[in-house]
T-cell receptor
Framework: GAGVSQSPRYKVAKRGQDVALRCDPI?????LFWYQQALGQGPEFLTY????????KSGLPSDRFFAERPEGSVSTLKIQRTQKEDSAVYLC????????????FGPGTRLTVT | KQEVTQIPAALSVPEGENLVLNCSFT??????LQWFRQDPGKGLTSLLL?????REQTSGRLNASLDKSSGRSTLYIAASQPGDSATYLC???????????FGKGITLSVRP
């Protein structure tokens, strides 16, 4: 079966533009996570969904960041009025429900804000 | 707040060496620990998952151990190959359904 897919793979935005990043999880995975990875750093948690419910958004760095998963499958991470410090790789992961299951990661979207 | 540390940040070894990558975490109340591999410009590939009740997991030339009480995990790579060159990240999961907290990774270079 297919793994986690993300699109676009690369995005260049001018400062102030809005962007939308898409994540398609593995079929049947009810848990979905977004992480942000700055250059040379480990990924940092942004937000978590179980089905369509956003259970934890404590990692979103500002109110310019918004995530949704309206039908409990595909998720979109939206960043409004992008800033240079938003430049990073945005990783999506999915898993079966429960703490004992592995998280499977997509290839990421590399966002560059100029 | 959970913190995960991986030292050193980079490691270079000749092909064929057995090596150990270290990971430490500050809060021992974890559900599990996962080791990942990341190639340049790519996403994360899961290597091994160790549940909190387990002491080790093995997959091929890889063996990961977990000592919860001391807040440490090691990833052992036997007979290293140039294809093992990548960044290795460890991550801990603190609670049911919760996020992973990652270290910064160890960039491994295996010289032919």
């Amino acid at each position: 079966g297919a793994g986690v897919s993300q699109s676009p793979r690369y995005k260049v935005a001018k400062r102030g533009q809005d962007v939308a990043l898409r994540c398609d999880p593995i079929s049947g995975h009810v848990s979905l996570f977004w992480y942000q990875q700055a250059l040379g750093q480990g990924p940092e948690f942004l937000t978590y969904f179980q089905n369509e419910a956003q259970l934890d958004k404590s990692g979103l760095p500002s109110d310019r960041f918004f995530a949704e998963r309206p039908e409990g499958s595909v998720s979109t991470l939206k960043i409004q009025r992008t800033q240079k410090e938003d430049s990073a790789v945005y990783l999506c992961a999915s898993s079966l429900p429960g703490a004992s299951y592995e998280q499977y990661f997509g290839p990421g979207t590399r966002l560059t804000v100029t | 707040k959970q913190e995960v540390t991986q030292i050193p940040a980079a490691l270079s070894v000749p092909e064929g060496e057995n090596l150990v990558l270290n990971c430490s975490f500050t809060d021992s109340a974890i559900y599990n620990l996962q080791w990942f591999r990341q190639d340049p410009g790519k996403g994360l590939t899961s290597l091994l998952l160790i549940q909190s009740s387990q002491r080790e997991q093995t997959s091929g030339r890889l063996n990961a151990s977990l000592d919860k009480s001391s807040g440490r995990s090691t990833l052992y790579i036997a007979a290293s190959q140039p294809g093992d060159s990548a960044t290795y990240l460890c991550a801990v999961r603190d609670g049911a359904n919760s996020k992973l907290t990652f270290g910064k990774g160890i960039t491994l270079s295996v010289r032919p």
